[in-house]
């Protein structure tokens, strides 16, 4: 899996999410309240380590839907053509 094709989720011990996401400009974070900001990849593992090392905050790291089913159809194309 490419860093393109997931999404990390920052879940608190009291509901809130923070959504990473990697799109075609770079990373974007998604704050809880809806906000949407650009951030590099260093400003996404600063925000990664500290909350791993404290043990305060749940992450999830799920597969897009939509780009897994491409993924899965290109190589069954592959495959055919063989």
Same mark, same amino acid.
Request: proline share 4%; charged share 30%; aromatic share 4%.
């Given at each position: 899996m490419k860093?393109?094709?997931?999404?990390?989720?920052?879940?608190?011990?009291?509901?809130?999410? /923070?959504?990473f996401r990697?799109?075609?400009?770079?990373? !974007?974070?998604?704050?809880?309240?809806?906000? @949407?900001? %650009?951030?590099?990849?260093? /400003?996404?593992?600063?925000?990664?380590?500290?909350?791993? !090392?404290?043990?305060?905050?749940?992450?999830? @790291?799920? %597969?897009?839907?939509?780009?897994?089913?491409?993924?899965?159809?290109?190589?069954?194309?592959?495959?055919k053509k063989?």
């Amino acid at each position: 899996m490419k860093n393109d094709e997931c999404t990390i989720y920052f879940i608190t011990k009291h509901g809130k999410k /923070q959504i990473f996401r990697k799109g075609k400009d770079g990373w !974007a974070q998604t704050s809880s309240r809806g906000i @949407v900001r %650009p951030c590099t990849a260093e /400003q996404l593992l600063s925000h990664l380590l500290p909350a791993l !090392a404290s043990g305060h905050v749940s992450i999830r @790291v799920e %597969p897009d839907k939509n780009k897994g089913i491409k993924i899965l159809r290109k190589a069954m194309v592959k495959q055919k053509k063989k």
